[in-house]
């Protein structure tokens, strides 16, 4: 359930419209072109719709309703929410807690956030066009046309972030960097040599507009019609209506859940049959977050892909990957369910779970679909390529090569700006610090699971330890408990060497 702010959260949403607002003037038309945002494949980008779009952002800040939600997922930081209907109207933005809650530190970090959720609010006429079909965490981001990028809710939050960086001086403080960004880079790079980053990209938007169609039949499940409603085919021209209607129909032919029935007038699914939708929504998150976790590791031998759901390593023979963009993310989704086939989530679907996925996502909303068939016509075009020996090995040692690049300037990032953020007066924004030593040891691992494949080069270890020993002082003024954590990384990093 939702609930009005606090005026202490009223506050904090004051403060950050006024960023969003001072984010918003440093869009003018020639600083968003300067951001590429939207050079993706294809011709050369107009940034005309963009910028008028990015324009307005400030206004909808004003002009929109804000509610806090406690229950939304960790996942998400903040929901529009839009009205069904032939005529759709933004109901409210939902936050969760955090974003409204006290101090400075991450107020343009949050302010990004909403500039995604702000973007999804803009009307033109009697639609909200712009979707998510890409975000810059996953692995279809850079791989969206100018048309779809400038109806792609990130995007308006990356060009946002290059804008601020370019202001404040500070490249790299708000774009989303990590592995999957590192090796994403490195794949469109070898484009000429495997079909491997446009399937991957494939994958990420087809399984997120699957995840995202499950939980329209969701909320759809809960409804019910009075009998004489259902008996007239006037609720049906609500296109998105019609189609989820026929997704129950098609779950329903496949044995999942039972039809719609009448019971005390009115017709509905039985509770037992929503909650199987709400298990394959579930069930789709567990896949989509398979997807995010996905690190490629080539190989020379074997005749099938392996996904491991510990480590996220998605081990790829050399054999099998002289395939198109569409052939070849069919053989990842079949790796990612046969891994997870397993658990609690994945039992009543797994079997089928690649016709779930492209039914879901087949019977999308009208917009969506319509995008996202493009997309697909797109990938198809792209031809097959079988890498040689040498470039598949060498694209192996690129991956990890990117991936060690990504931790050493996230650390020195880092190394920047711990002594800034512990000086600031207020705790709350220096209460980060205490938390960083956790977020350092997965990186450790991460490079010690990567030593397992290719020896990591000792001076970058080096790099490492110095970065550490500078930022250790701070970590432990803030929070003395974590003096044993620092030192046991450390230790760590030097048996690399």
Same mark, same amino acid.
């Given at each position: 359930?939702?609930?009005?702010?606090?005026?202490? @959260?009223?506050?904090?949403? @004051?403060?950050?419209?006024?960023?969003?607002? *001072?984010?918003?003037?440093?869009?003018?038309?020639?600083?968003?072109?300067?951001?590429?945002?939207?050079?993706?494949?294809?011709?050369?980008?107009? =940034?005309?719709? /963009?910028?008028?779009?990015?324009?307005l952002l400030a206004r909808r800040m004003r002009e929109v309703r804000f509610v806090v939600r406690e229950d939304l997922p960790a996942t998400m930081g903040a929901s529009t929410v839009i009205s069904d209907g032939p005529a759709p109207s933004v109901l409210e933005i939902q936050v969760r807690p955090g974003?409204?809650?006290?101090?400075?530190?991450?107020?343009?970090?949050?302010?990004?956030?909403?500039?995604?959720?702000?973007?999804?609010?803009?009307?033109?006429?009697?639609?909200?066009?712009?979707?998510?079909?890409?975000?810059?965490?996953?692995?279809?981001?850079?791989?969206?046309?100018?048309?779809?990028?400038?109806?792609?809710?990130?995007?308006? &939050?990356?060009?946002?972030?290059?804008?601020?960086?370019?202001?404040?001086?500070?490249?790299?403080?708000?774009?989303?960097?990590?592995?999957?960004?590192?090796?994403?880079? *490195?794949?469109?790079?070898?484009?000429?040599?495997?079909?491997?980053?446009?399937?991957?990209? +494939?994958?990420?938007?087809?399984?997120?507009?699957? +995840?995202?169609?499950?939980?329209?039949?969701?909320?759809?499940?809960?409804?019910?019609?009075?009998?004489?409603?259902?008996?007239?085919?006037? +609720?049906?021209?609500?296109?998105?209506?019609?189609?989820?209607?026929?997704?129950?129909?098609?779950? %329903?032919?496949?044995? /999942?859940?039972? @039809? *719609?029935?009448?019971?005390?007038?009115?017709?509905?699914?039985?509770?037992?049959?929503?909650?199987?939708?709400?298990?394959? /929504?579930? =069930?789709?998150? @567990?896949?989509?977050?398979?997807?995010?976790?996905?690190?490629?590791?080539p190989v020379e031998s074997g005749d099938r892909i392996e996904y491991d759901p510990a480590t996220g390593a998605l081990r790829i023979p050399r054999t099998v990957v002289n395939r198109g963009p569409l052939e070849l993310a069919d053989l990842v989704l079949d790796a990612l369910v046969a891994a997870t086939?397993?658990?609690?989530?994945?039992?009543? /679907?797994?079997?089928?779970?690649?016709?779930?996925?492209?039914?879901?996502?087949?019977?999308?909303?009208?917009?969506?679909r319509e995008a996202v068939a493009a997309l697909r016509t797109g990938f198809a075009t792209v031809p097959a390529v079988q890498p040689t020996a040498d470039q598949w090995a060498t694209l192996a040692i690129e991956l990890q090569a990117a991936v060690l690049e990504d931790v050493r300037t996230r650390w020195?990032?880092?190394? %920047?700006?711990?002594?800034?953020?512990?000086?600031?007066?207020?705790?709350?924004?220096?209460?980060?610090?205490?938390?960083?030593? &956790?977020?350092?040891?997965?990186?450790?691992?991460?490079?010690?699971?990567?030593?397992?494949?290719?020896?990591?080069?000792?001076?970058?270890?080096?790099?490492?330890?110095?970065?550490?020993?500078?930022?250790?002082?701070?970590?432990?003024?803030?929070?003395?408990?974590?003096?044993?954590?620092?030192?046991?990384?450390?230790?760590?990093?030097?048996?690399?060497?």
């Amino acid at each position: 359930m939702s609930r009005a702010l606090t005026a202490a @959260e009223q506050k904090v949403l @004051e403060a950050l419209t006024v960023r969003v607002e *001072r984010i918003v003037a440093l869009g003018t038309a020639a600083e968003l072109a300067g951001t590429t945002v939207l050079n993706g494949p294809g011709p050369v980008p107009d =940034y005309t719709v /963009f910028h008028r779009r990015f324009s307005l952002l400030a206004r909808r800040m004003r002009e929109v309703r804000f509610v806090v939600r406690e229950d939304l997922p960790a996942t998400m930081g903040a929901s529009t929410v839009i009205s069904d209907g032939p005529a759709p109207s933004v109901l409210e933005i939902q936050v969760r807690p955090g974003m409204v809650g006290p101090g400075t530190r991450s107020l343009t970090t949050r302010a990004l956030t909403l500039v995604h959720e702000l973007s999804h609010s803009l009307p033109e006429g009697l639609t909200h066009p712009v979707k998510d079909y890409a975000y810059r965490t996953g692995w279809a981001w850079g791989h969206l046309p100018a048309v779809l990028a400038q109806a792609n809710a990130d995007t308006y &939050a990356e060009a946002a972030a290059l804008l601020v960086e370019r202001d404040e001086k500070a490249w790299g403080r708000y774009q989303v960097l990590g592995r999957v960004a590192a090796q994403r880079g *490195r794949l469109v790079k070898r484009a000429r040599t495997t079909t491997l980053g446009a399937a991957l990209a +494939w994958l990420d938007i087809l399984v997120n507009r699957a +995840w995202v169609r499950a939980n329209d039949c969701t909320g759809f499940a809960r409804l019910t019609f009075s009998e004489a409603k259902w008996n007239t085919p006037e +609720w049906s021209v609500w296109k998105h209506h019609a189609r989820l209607l026929g997704l129950e129909q098609w779950l %329903a032919a496949g044995g /999942f859940i039972a @039809e *719609r029935s009448l019971r005390a007038g009115a017709v509905g699914l039985r509770t037992g049959d929503q909650a199987v939708l709400d298990e394959l /929504f579930s =069930y789709l998150g @567990e896949l989509k977050n398979s997807v995010d976790r996905i690190d490629p590791l080539p190989v020379e031998s074997g005749d099938r892909i392996e996904y491991d759901p510990a480590t996220g390593a998605l081990r790829i023979p050399r054999t099998v990957v002289n395939r198109g963009p569409l052939e070849l993310a069919d053989l990842v989704l079949d790796a990612l369910v046969a891994a997870t086939a397993t658990t609690q989530a994945a039992r009543r /679907f797994a079997a089928r779970a690649r016709e779930l996925v492209h039914t879901l996502a087949n019977e999308d909303r009208p917009e969506e679909r319509e995008a996202v068939a493009a997309l697909r016509t797109g990938f198809a075009t792209v031809p097959a390529v079988q890498p040689t020996a040498d470039q598949w090995a060498t694209l192996a040692i690129e991956l990890q090569a990117a991936v060690l690049e990504d931790v050493r300037t996230r650390w020195e990032g880092l190394h %920047a700006s711990v002594p800034e953020v512990a000086a600031m007066p207020e705790e709350v924004d220096r209460k980060v610090l205490g938390d960083l030593a &956790a977020s350092l040891a997965a990186d450790v691992d991460l490079v010690r699971a990567l030593n397992g494949r290719v020896p990591v080069p000792s001076p970058f270890v080096t790099s490492l330890i110095g970065l550490l020993d500078g930022m250790t002082p701070y970590l432990v003024k803030a929070d003395a408990g974590q003096r044993t954590a620092l030192a046991k990384l450390r230790g760590g990093l030097g048996e690399l060497h």
